[in-house]
């Protein structure tokens, strides 16, 4: 359609409580006016478009009547006028408009020329004065009897009285219409009174009649439209956040609306609220301590993390907890003292712990460096608040220690040790970690460090030659550990083969106990060490024998090692050998005396002497034979083994000594 989407008027229309929407033309989208007159009332056209001019409406002559809340909205033009485009003829709008729109109206009424009689008019000039505003809404005005007795009422001579009424009667008081006029009341009398805008010739792009302004509180009384302030600003404590708006919101919460509101503003940063009539920023409520507000908080403020406090009411954000205090909980408004055996940097909502290691019993410690480090024989768990002192048994040998260790086996320590110490010669430690170290069972002793008891105390010794376990000596002391024997010296850890046997005494061998004591020899040095005897030059079997002196061997120390020398019993030692012909002597006596000897030899047998002689000769027999063990060991032994021989032909027997 060219012209008017909706109609095109040349001649009289009228449009009553009627919607034309979405329509479409060139010009007029909705209504086209050539001619004529066109009337629109409690209607309303929106959504429209032209593609040139008058989205809504286009007069191009005629009169266009737009009245009792009639609305052009949403309506478009490529060109000019949105809502209407004015080419020719009349548009106008009586209100009252829709509620929450303004039009600048005047009253329509009659322009007339001003009173203006003279003396002696003068009855004529005030009743003009009188009916002015009555003669605005008249397009001839006759006066009411009323208005004629009003007018003639001060005559009291009926006469004149008569006269007046009749001269009033006539229309004398209404002066004649100017050339100009605020509206076509000649054409439309029922405009008379009406408050109408009269559209001027230009394009109106707005929405008709146009919006009161959003913050501004809009009315469907004609009272309240006649300006662009509608009804007045939007009231304190409610909100007009839009265009149009003739009914108030209330203010939103968390916010406050002063006077003329369209976009309520922020409660600010700490402080809320959640009225919703608030009219200044002095009426939200401040945030308790312990919590924040940020700009515009609703409900209830929020309550401060853990980690974070707020000391003041009012506060928008909340601060760290300072370093050496905790926050442990939401809403908190007072940092707490951090926990002892931990420590606390910026922010801390759990205290973290010492390091294992390390202590404290303070409670303002911001770093794990602020720790105290355990000393040595102390040990520190994680987050310990005072040191442990390693428990007997165990140790911690240098400071920062998580735990103490046990000591070894062969040693024990008491409380709070920082080393662990050997047990002493005579005691033992069996398992690692023992605080004390039990004395050896009788008769056993030990050495440092032991973990078990396997020698033999001071006057005992071990008897066993062979190979024995530590543990069989431990599980059965009295068995393997005996007495000293006589004539013996038994420090601790003696066994048989160091049996010690002092001086004065021999014995024939490290495995037997026996132990003699040398009566005739000098030379017996026992089992140390033998002393320095000069000893002549030549052939000898050695330098000294078990026991002996330098020298001397064999038994009882009676043998002489140099082979030029024998043993003087008188010396009681081992002496040089005699010249040839004191030897000569010497062998002649030893014939003759042997004769003696065999004939006394049975004698000797039953006295004491004899057996100590006796004693000697089994010696010699049981480590040296009946021989001797050397060929040029000569001189006394000879008549030693000839005697033992002797004795046996005869039929001797050793004597049993008790």
């Known amino acids: 359609m060219q012209n008017g989407g909706a109609t095109y008027t040349h001649t009289d229309l009228n449009v009553i409580d009627s919607t034309i929407s979405g329509c479409n033309a060139q010009r007029g989208g909705a209504v086209y006016v050539s001619s004529g007159s066109a009337s629109l009332a409690r209607s309303t056209v929106s959504n429209c478009s032209a593609s040139e001019s008058g989205g809504g409406l286009y ?52 322009y007339r020329g001003a009173c203006s ?15 002015r505003d009555n003669c605005k809404l008249a397009n001839a005005a006759t006066p009411s009897e009323e208005e004629k007795r009003a007018a003639c009422r001060r005559h009291s001579d009926p006469t004149k009285k008569e006269s007046c009424l009749e001269r009033v009667a006539e229309m004398w008081y209404c002066q004649a219409a100017t050339n100009v006029q605020p509206c076509n009341w000649e054409d439309d009398p029922s405009l008379l009174g009406k408050n109408l805008y009269q559209l001027p010739l230009r394009p109106v792009d707005q929405d008709f009649p146009f919006a009161c302004a959003a913050g501004l509180l809009g009315s469907a009384d004609p009272e309240d439209q006649s300006s662009s302030s509608c009804a007045g600003r939007c009231p304190a404590g409610s909100q007009c956040p839009e265009e149009a708006t003739y009914e108030t919101q209330p203010c939103d919460a968390g916010h406050y609306c002063p006077v003329g509101t369209s976009v309520p503003r922020p409660c600010l940063a700490g402080t809320f609220s959640n009225a919703t009539n608030l009219t200044a920023a002095g009426e939200c409520t401040d945030a308790s301590p312990g919590h924040f507000a940020t700009i515009g908080a609703t409900t209830e403020p929020t309550p401060c993390s853990p980690g974070s406090f707020a000391a003041k009411e009012g506060q928008s954000k909340c601060d760290h907890c300072p370093a050496g205090s905790q926050c442990p909980e939401e809403a908190t408004y007072e940092a707490q003292p951090c926990v002892a055996g931990h420590y606390c940097p910026v922010g801390t909502s759990v205290p973290r712990p010492c390091p294992a290691g390390s202590y404290s019993n303070g409670t303002n410690l911001t770093a794990a460096s602020e720790c105290t480090v355990a000393s040595s024989g102390y040990f520190a768990t994680i987050g310990a608040t005072e040191p442990t002192p390693c428990s007997p048994g165990s140790f911690a040998a240098k400071e920062g220690q998580a735990k103490c260790e046990s000591c070894a086996r062969g040693a024990s320590s008491g409380e709070g040790s920082g080393k662990c110490y050997e047990c002493e010669a005579g005691s033992y430690a069996a398992n690692a970690g023992q605080d004390l170290c039990f004395p050896c069972p009788h008769p056993l002793s030990s050495v440092n460090g032991s973990v078990t008891c396997s020698i033999c105390k001071a006057d005992h010794y071990l008897h066993i030659s062979t190979p024995v376990s530590d543990d069989d000596i431990f599980n059965s002391p009295t068995y393997y550990c005996q007495p000293c024997p006589s004539n013996a010296d038994c420090s601790t850890n003696t066994t048989l083969e160091t049996l010690g046997v002092p001086r004065g005494y021999w014995r024939a061998s490290p495995l037997t106990t026996e132990i003699h004591k040398c009566d005739v020899s000098k030379h017996c040095s026992g089992s140390g060490s033998a002393s320095e005897v000069e000893i002549p030059s030549g052939p000898r079997l ?43 002597i010497l062998a002649g006596v030893i014939v003759a005396l042997s004769g003696v000897v065999l004939l006394s030899c049975r004698a000797l047998v039953s006295t004491e002497a004899w057996g100590r002689f006796s004693a000697r000769l089994d010696i010699i027999e049981s480590q040296v034979g009946p021989t001797p063990q050397h060929p040029r060991t000569r001189n006394s032994r000879l008549l030693h083994v000839t005697c033992l021989e002797a004795f046996r032909r005869i039929g001797w027997k050793k004597p049993v000594h008790t």
């Open 59 to 110: 007069s191009a002559g005629g009169s266009a009547a737009l009245s009792e809340g009639t609305l052009i909205s949403g309506c478009s033009a490529e060109g000019e006028g949105n809502s209407i485009f004015l080419f020719a003829g009349e548009v106008s709008y009586a209100l009252p408009a829709p509620a929450g729109r303004w039009l600048p109206n005047a009253r329509c009424e009659v």
């Open 542 to 584: 050695a330098d000294s024998g078990p026991g002996c002196d330098t020298g001397h061997t064999g038994p009882l120390c009676e043998w002489c090692v140099n082979d030029e020398q024998y043993f003087s019993s008188a010396e009681s030692g081992c002496v040089d050998c005699p010249t040839t012909w004191r030897f000569g």
């Open 117 to 131: 009689y003279r003396y002696p008019q003068t009855a004529k000039q005030a009743a003009c004065l009188e009916h």
